[in-house]
């Protein structure tokens, strides 16, 4: 029976291999893409003379495509997105945990129906209006619209955070002798701060992943990393060291963020399902 | 002083508290004593301003408190679950009201009160630990610490040691009311223990429903509770209610007619009543109504036996020393005893209304 | 005190409200705009009532593009689903390997979908993608991926698949480890083998979780684009143009804006219907699975 079973164990442990295989072969042959000189580009698959040239390239705006700016603005437009929907969301998350009352089921299911509407639905007259109020192409244009991102996911997380901390607490602090301001940022808030944590890199990632919105709503001073990698595919005759160097780039802050914050995205990954 | 007037609270569809009226005088420890469900911690967070009521009023020391935050009432609370804060170390728990904008001290004198009250309580070295490492009995204590490091107008206590082993609960109940801030400090101590609320309370108020059912001392609730439910609720072994009837002349007749003491209660013959006995207050001979019976089982409990004896179709239990009991076995016939001022009359039990005591005041 | 103290909770979310509203706004004027011929060449619009419904539902371009849609969208949903329950199962074995990859197990799903879209367009780019230079040896050379029809949708859910199979795993993992041990311990004690258990338990229990994780996927994939648009831009021909490319199209690339939008207010219906039949489905089958448990 032991051998039957170590025998199963290894062809799981093989199956397991398989997929994992095909989960990562991808980006390993993105590194090894992107790290060939342009005139073995066609010519060689596994063995070349690996440069860094792709990189200076890509990173030295020399291909007419401003890549650094397009991470810059990535970089301000998700952290500004961030920042935005944990002031106004946190507040709101706060109030609805702790609070039955119509405004905030009302807001919570609204917040939770943008979870499943298509982008396109709302950026299509955004690209009309942004275009008249001046806010196309431009940073507080791109943070207004990835709240449709961002806020959803931070309200509903964070409200499942404060539900989860029993109200005894904060009651405490005001018989203490503090006031419900400072019970909140004195008691629940510290104990909320991991939630806080792996909810804003999970919608910094989504923001920064995010491809729709930059795409119809920026031209060029706002456009973001997603969008410019893409400009590297078109040209008559494609550069695909360059293109692989720039989807690598781009796709650097996430996978840093998201092993960071691995024990916590069950939680933020099915958000929404909690109702159900 | 604390005094609610018809205190009324519900949530949603359910309701906390009915009407419940509550009066506490100064420096005065009562005890609110109930089931769980019976809306005791919702009447200390009424008190706290935790919970808004939908109707009524709360006074603290004389003064309207409906427009009074919870910061500015002056009382301290032990909540249940201790809510201390797990990410602080007890020290900083108990420092926590000397350090808010109400209770402000400085820093060297708060360090001094902390040291003193922690001492009090047997916990000055664990003060350093954060709370997380604590047990349940150190974490009582710092919870009970964190109430008593600053003046307060009353204290609420709310089952403060319900989560203890029995032999620390023993403890904690003598040195609870021998604090000195404890005994000086109008205090509002809720349990669902009717041995504690005995032992502690300067007065007691039976919490039912959302409603206060009877208050008074722990004499006037041990011998003239006003319904079946309030006698059932203290003394172990409970009281044994024998139902049956008042025939003519004032005698009790119990339902299989075996039994036949005359009460004398103010009644119309043919009542049907429950009629109450004390197993302490029933004897093997002695002064007093007998009743004939069998001895069912007995049960040695130290110094004293329990022993319930059949009386026709009823079983009734009584508590008797050791010595008294040492010859009984099963099936032997005795005579019970009991002094007519401890026979308590009972209206029957309806469906949702425990019988009231019937007039005629025991002692 | 008292108005204030009832206003308090108010206050608290009126911030989000506001955020809310202006999200709302675009929403709400997309709906108005689809009631006129609203475009770039037309930009004094003409109240035209449901005409661009009407448009939409006889529009031969748009039932293939649900029927694209929808089969994207079974396809993606049914391999992911089958494919990550598998690997969630493998990883609670919880070998020496498993636990290893286990911490590699989210990448693919923290890589922007257009990015993974453009690293598999390299790579299956039929002369000189690798895919088809791993193929040669066993004789598979040459593969024309994204050019046929059915190669570019067959494509287009692989992308799919190597970004979301992740999603279903980390969620059915979770379900796995939350799972109780006793019916289990009880099975192994009257030793039921291996597939009985599988069916009789762990199926039944982990389906909830499941489900949950097909519910998003399904209805995710309803409303795909940046994978579409990046592989095979709806291409070749009309074969992979699914609903939200259809409305890309019609609203930004020929600027019919009243057009456009009437098209995603259809696929939100879609996806919205959806939602109530999988979500009931779901409420069904946690009841089952609770008696399970029973």
């Known amino acids: 029976m032991s051998t039957g079973k170590r025998l199963s164990g290894v062809l799981a442990d093989l199956a397991l291999i398989l997929y994992f295989v095909f989960a990562l072969f991808p980006i390993a042959w993105m590194v090894i893409l992107s790290l060939k000189p342009a005139d073995q580009l066609f010519s060689t698959y596994f063995s070349f003379s690996p440069t860094l040239d792709g990189y200076r390239t890509v990173l030295g705006d020399s291909e007419g495509i401003p890549f650094v700016r397009f991470f810059v603005n990535s970089l301000v437009v998700s952290v500004g997105a961030v920042a935005l929907s944990l002031v106004v969301g946190l507040p709101a998350a706060y109030a609805s945990a702790r609070w039955r009352f119509r405004g905030s089921e009302n807001l919570m299911f609204t917040l939770l129906s943008f979870r499943f509407a298509p982008e396109l639905t709302v950026i299509i007259p955004l690209f009309v209006l942004y275009q008249k109020l001046g806010l196309f192409d431009t940073y507080v244009g791109m943070v207004w619209v990835l709240q449709l991102v961002t806020l959803p996911l931070i309200v509903w997380i964070m409200r499942s955070y404060f539900a989860d901390l029993t109200p005894e607490l904060e009651q405490a602090a005001l018989l203490d002798g503090y006031t419900r301001r400072q019970a909140f940022f004195r008691v629940a808030l510290p104990l909320v701060k991991p939630g806080v944590a792996a909810v804003s890199l999970l919608a910094f990632i989504f923001a920064w992943n995010n491809f729709v919105f930059p795409l119809i709503l920026t031209s060029n001073e706002a456009q973001t990393v997603t969008v410019g990698a893409l400009s590297f595919l078109g040209g008559d005759r494609p550069k695909y060291n360059l293109t692989a160097a720039a989807a690598l780039v781009s796709v650097v802050p996430p996978l840093l963020l998201a092993l960071t914050i691995q024990r916590y995205l069950v939680r933020g990954l099915s958000f929404g399902a909690v109702k159900s | ?363 | 005190m008292g108005l204030r103290l009832a206003l308090r909770p108010y206050v608290l979310i009126v911030p989000a409200l506001l955020l809310t509203c202006g999200i709302l706004y675009p929403f709400g004027l997309g709906l108005y705009y689809t009631l006129f011929d609203f475009s770039a060449s037309k930009p004094q619009p003409d109240m035209v009532g449901f005409e661009n419904y009407r448009t939409v539902f006889t529009q031969e371009a748009f039932w293939n593009s649900a029927w694209v849609t929808v089969l994207y969208a079974v396809g993606a949903a049914a391999v992911e689903t089958v494919l990550g329950v598998a690997v969630a199962l493998l990883l609670h074995r919880s070998s020496v390997v498993g636990r290893i990859l286990e911490k590699i197990l989210i990448l693919p799903l923290m890589i922007a979908p257009v990015i993974a879209a453009i690293i598999w367009k390299l790579m299956l780019q039929p002369s000189v993608g690798v895919v088809n230079h791993l193929l040669e040896p066993v004789g598979l050379g040459g593969v024309q991926w994204t050019d046929t029809p059915t190669g570019a949708l067959l494509s287009s859910i692989a992308v799919d698949v190597w970004v979301y199979t992740p999603f279903v795993a980390i969620l059915a993992l979770a379900g796995l480890r939350s799972l109780p041990t006793s019916p289990f311990e009880a099975a192994a004690v009257d030793g039921a083998g291996w597939w009985y258990t599988f069916r009789r338990l762990t199926l039944p229990m982990l389906w909830p979780y499941v489900l949950v994780a097909v519910i998003f996927r399904f209805m995710d994939s309803l409303k795909v684009f940046d994978i579409i648009y990046a592989l095979t831009e709806g291409g070749p021909g009309d074969s992979t143009v699914v609903l939200q490319i259809r409305a890309y199209l019609e609203a930004i690339r020929f600027q019919r804006y009243s057009f456009g939008i009437s098209y995603t207010i259809v696929l939100w219906a879609v996806v919205y219907l959806a939602a109530m039949v999988l979500v009931r489905h779901l409420g069904k089958i946690q009841r089952r699975a609770a008696e399970v448990t029973r």
């Open chain 2, 1 to 363: 002083m604390i005094r609610l007037t018809g205190v009324h609270k519900t949530y949603g569809r359910a309701t906390a508290l009915d009407g419940l009226d509550l009066d506490v005088g100064e420096g005065e420890f009562f005890c609110l004593l109930g089931p769980s469900g019976a809306g005791k911690t919702t009447t200390l967070k009424t008190v706290a301003g935790l919970e808004r009521p939908d109707s009524g009023t709360v006074e603290i020391d004389g003064e309207d408190m409906s427009t009074v935050e919870p910061y500015d009432r002056g009382v301290a609370m032990c909540f249940e679950s201790y809510a201390l804060y797990p990410h602080r170390s007890a020290y900083d728990n108990l420092a926590s009201p000397l350090r808010s904008p109400r209770h402000r001290l400085p820093a060297a004198e708060a360090r001094a009160r902390i040291t003193e009250v922690a001492e009090l309580l047997g916990i000055g070295a664990l003060l350093d630990r954060p709370v997380g490492r604590l047990s349940n009995g150190q974490r009582q204590r710092v919870a009970l610490g964190r109430v008593l490091v600053r003046p307060a107008r009353a204290f609420l206590l709310d089952e403060p040691l319900s989560h203890l082993d029995a032999k620390l609960r023993q403890q904690m109940r003598a040195e609870l009311k021998a604090l000195g801030a404890v005994r000086r400090t109008t205090t509002l101590y809720v349990t669902h223990d009717s041995v504690e609320a005995l032992a502690l309370g300067d007065r007691i108020g039976v919490i039912r429903d959302g409603r206060i059912v009877q208050t008074g001392t722990r004499e006037e609730i041990w011998y003239r509770p006003r319904d079946t439910e309030v006698a059932r609720a203290f003394g172990r072994p409970r009281i044994n209610l024998l139902p049956g009837v008042v025939a003519a002349g004032g005698v009790f007749r119990s339902a299989d007619g075996s039994l036949e003491v005359p009460v004398g209660a103010p009644v119309r013959e043919d009542t049907e009543v429950l009629l109450g006995v004390r197993p302490r207050d029933l004897g093997l001979g002695g002064p007093g109504h007998a009743l004939t019976g069998t001895v069912y089982v007995t049960e040695v409990l130290g110094r004293s036996v329990e022993v319930t004896v059949r009386l026709g179709g009823q079983q009734v239990s009584l508590i008797v020393p050791r010595g008294d009991a040492s010859g009984l076995r099963a099936d032997d016939p005795v005579r019970l005893t009991v002094r007519p001022e401890n026979l308590l009359l009972f209206e029957a039990d309806r469906p949702g209304r425990p019988g009231r005591r019937i007039g005629k005041s025991a002692r």
